[in-house]
């Protein structure tokens, strides 16, 4: 059964609003280098989010808190399938927090760790929460999350996303290379020259989640397209492809053909480009 942002769901967007007034109030940090940083994380009793053999690059890590938290994803829109209620919490990273070639060599990554790693003494202080663990976006271990559960039910996703003005795009094209051999992976060998597209799209998806964001919003009033979705996510988990599709995934696909107009939320249908210039008309339901 599809869940409605009603009843239990609505304190859970409660407690949601009740994080980010703790989480807007933790201090700005010292500066210190990366390798201290991590070093000092790796002693405290919170976890370190990260595999050990990811090189630690050189730079410097200064907290900064955040400017907003958002309620988002799949209850807001009505399309969420699960049985446990579940809110992704947007969680906005100020820009000064991050230098503008740290899109280099995992610098990125690092300190998108440390970033969520430094807000768990905060959360796990609030009466209201039960336990955390880190998870990991589409089951990327580059991209851990904090995972809430709070002592009413239900559980808050608090995912880091970062403003398009952070990094200049075209350093994060799927050609281009923002890994240096030797530089990221402490195995001994050399990295392979050429491009890192599945590592530049893993800082591209962080700026790309407010986009998803708002096309939840727009599901609302897209009575067919969150029917095709719900319908999607239901074929996927039962063809077991729930790691590859996920609802992310398919939410991705969804937002490309509307912006790109092969569908729109009414529609029936759905254009596709087809061979010789012609265009396919599929049945959405």
């Known amino acids: ?38 070093a000092l994380a790796k002693t405290k009793k919170s976890k370190w989010p990260m595999f050990d053999d990811f090189v630690i690059p050189n730079g410097t890590f200064k907290f900064l808190p ?9 209850l807001s829109s009505a399309t969420c399938i699960r049985k446990d209620l579940e809110i992704d919490a947007l969680l906005w990273v100020p820009e000064g927090f991050y230098e503008r070639k740290d899109y280099m060599n995992g610098r990125y990554l690092i ?10 003494p905060k959360v796990k202080a609030l009466e209201c929460v039960k336990s955390i663990k880190y998870r990991y976006n589409d089951g990327n271990c580059l991209k851990p999350i904090l995972s809430v559960r709070m002592t009413t039910g239900g559980c808050i996703n608090i995912i880091p996303i970062i403003t398009t ?10 050609n281009h290379n923002a890994l240096r051999p030797n530089k990221v992976f402490d195995q001994g060998g050399e990295i392979e020259e050429g491009s890192t597209s599945f590592y530049n ?6 700026i790309f989640n407010d986009d998803l964001a ?27 492809l729930g790691e590859l599709l996920t609802g992310r995934a398919l939410l991705y696909i969804l937002h490309f053909l509307q912006k790109s107009g092969r ?23």
């Open 1 to 38: 059964s599809v869940q409605q942002a009603t009843g239990h769901s609505n304190e859970l967007y409660q407690q949601v609003s009740l994080l980010q007034a703790e989480l807007l109030q933790v201090k700005a940090s010292k500066k210190r280098s990366l390798a201290d940083a991590v």
């Open 66 to 74: 955040p400017t907003q938290l958002v309620a988002s994803g799949s």
């Open 111 to 120: 300190k998108r760790a440390l970033y969520l790693l430094h807000l768990v």
């Open 165 to 174: 003005s952070t990094f200049p795009r075209s350093c994060l094209s799927p």
């Open 201 to 206: 799209n893993s800082i591209l998806s962080d």
């Open 214 to 240: 708002e096309f939840h919003k727009e599901l609302k009033s897209m009575d067919n397209l969150r029917k095709v979705l719900i319908i999607l996510k239901i074929w996927s988990k039962r063809k077991g």
């Open 263 to 285: 569908i729109n939320g009414n529609s029936d249908i759905v254009t596709l480009p087809g061979r010789n210039g012609h265009s396919a008309l599929i049945p959405l339901l």
